[in-house]
């Protein structure tokens, strides 16, 4: 009997309707969860990785672009800011404003920041850029990253900044190329 390729159903979707610059996010983990859900790539079926050792909630919608890759072989991580919770798996039209550079005990692990599209949050859809955001927010996503692994042994995190959207925009170029690389 001959052995079907299974695949992720998320990457059927592609990365966006015109990628970089409108995407499809796929949310992993809605905003106030302190439960980090991870999908399975082969099955497509989210399971939960871990509940978060500090006592901390992911202060937004996180999630991934489909047929992305970054170095690391996961798809690239994206924070959707929003004032909702997406359900798990639903599909959110975005745009990407900006990237927080960091690494972690594996290796350069940067966040792309995005917004929704208007019909689907009329608060942050309006922002175009990271420097767009006040510093109470900015603060309150790097405070997250910069302590959300502190209590779990052998890890940890440095974030080392903020870029704009047009990085943003490239290291989504780059994890798409990487997708295409990787899956022929």
């Known amino acids: 009997m001959e052995k079907s390729l299974n695949v992720n159903k998320f990457d059927q979707i592609g990365a966006g309707k015109n990628p970089p610059g409108d995407i499809y996010v796929v949310v992993e983990i809605p905003k106030n969860s302190n439960i980090k859900y991870e999908l399975d790539e082969e099955t497509g079926i989210l399971f939960v990785d871990r509940k978060l050792h ?3 909630v ?16 996961d798809p690239i991580d994206i924070l959707i800011l929003s004032n909702d919770e997406f359900s798990p798996l639903s599909v959110i039209k975005a745009k990407p404003i900006g990237v927080l550079i960091m690494e972690d005990e594996e ?12 019909k689907i949050d009329f ?14 927010t900015l603060d309150k996503i790097k405070h997250f990253f910069e302590h959300y692994k502190e209590l779990e ?7 080392t900044g903020w870029e704009n959207s047009k990085t943003a925009k490239q290291i989504i170029n780059q994890g798409m190329d990487r997708f295409k690389t ?3």
Do not use: C, W
């Not at 290796?107 to 208007?118: F, L, R």
């Not at 608060?123 to 109470?136: K, T, V, W």
């Open 54 to 56: 500090t006592s901390m």
């Open 58 to 73: 992911y202060p937004f919608n996180y999630g991934f672009v489909p047929q992305t890759k970054e170095d690391d072989g």
């Open 107 to 118: 290796g350069k692990d940067s966040k792309i920041i995005a917004v929704p599209h208007t």
């Open 123 to 136: 608060d942050y859809s309006r922002f175009d850029e990271i420097d767009q955001l006040d510093n109470r």
């Open 153 to 159: 042994k052998g890890k940890f995190v440095k974030v």
């Open 182 to 184: 990787e899956s022929s």
